[in-house]
């Protein structure tokens, strides 16, 4: 199955406007991405996805592959459909442009997932969550898995609720955060762009939610990585110093 993906890349951040040319470690954040999914084995193509001349030229700079798309979209995932409208490809993936911190074996490990799939037409990744702080974050969305491996539920608040309010690990629940990489068939990604907004993404601003309130599945795929999204200014130094604490570690293994 033929697989590409597709970093959408936003100017105009209403948080931090032009984030993705922010500079980290002296490469822009955009930068970082690239060089990251472009390790990622089970793609066939990759490709920026720009609103803004700016970003177009800085990753022509730094020798990626970026294509200008309409300002008027109103996400992430319809500027990957309009990229991917004309393509003959089997999947494609969503990578955020704002995650520096994104391993390619989270590409491969959602791509191969989705491969293998015979329910759902979308995947996605979590993380248990070990700092408890991100419990009470709202930007830390938190989701609920069934036994299968498909989600219940996204929110911003901790889900499930811990009733007993304990502190004994045993009964405590464990606790998932969404980590914003998607992956769709093709199929799937126009039957999910064309669905009308839903009640449950309206509240929680979480275009998911699309898909879990009109019947659609959703695959999980855990991983063990975490990341970090550059949503504010103040991003960049926890973005750094990751950076700087992986670099200590490969260079002493």
Request: aromatic content about 8%; overall charge neutral.
């Amino acid at each position: 199955m033929k697989a590409i993906g597709v970093i959408p890349a936003r100017w105009g951040a209403t948080r931090f406007e032009g984030k993705v040319l922010a500079n980290l470690l002296g490469k822009p954040v955009i930068q970082h991405v690239w060089e990251n999914a472009k390790k990622a084995k089970t793609l066939d193509d990759l490709v920026v996805a720009c609103d803004d001349e700016r970003i177009l030229k800085a990753v022509e700079r730094f020798g990626g592959k970026a294509v200008y798309t309409s300002p008027n979209q109103p996400s992430g995932t319809d500027r990957l459909a309009e990229v991917v409208n004309a393509m003959n490809i089997d999947i494609a993936v969503n990578i955020q442009g704002d995650e520096p911190l994104m391993k390619p074996i989270m590409i491969d490990n959602l791509v191969m997932a989705l491969q293998e799939e015979k329910v759902a037409g979308m995947a996605t990744i979590v993380k248990k969550i070990e700092d408890d702080s991100e419990l009470t974050n709202s930007n830390v969305v938190k989701v609920i898995i069934d036994k299968n491996g498909y989600a219940i539920y996204f929110s911003r608040y901790a889900i499930p609720y811990n009733r007993t309010n304990g502190t004994d690990s045993k009964k405590r629940p464990t606790y998932y955060k969404h980590i914003g990489l998607y992956a769709f068939t093709k199929d799937f990604l126009f039957t999910f762009k064309k669905l009308p907004n839903s009640s449950l993404e309206n509240a929680e601003k979480l275009e998911q939610l699309r898909a879990i309130e009109y019947g659609y599945k959703i695959k999980v795929v855990e991983t063990k990585f975490d990341t970090v999204g550059v949503d504010r200014p103040e991003d960049l130094k926890k973005a750094e110093a990751l950076l700087l604490r992986e670099q200590e570690n490969q260079s002493s293994d």
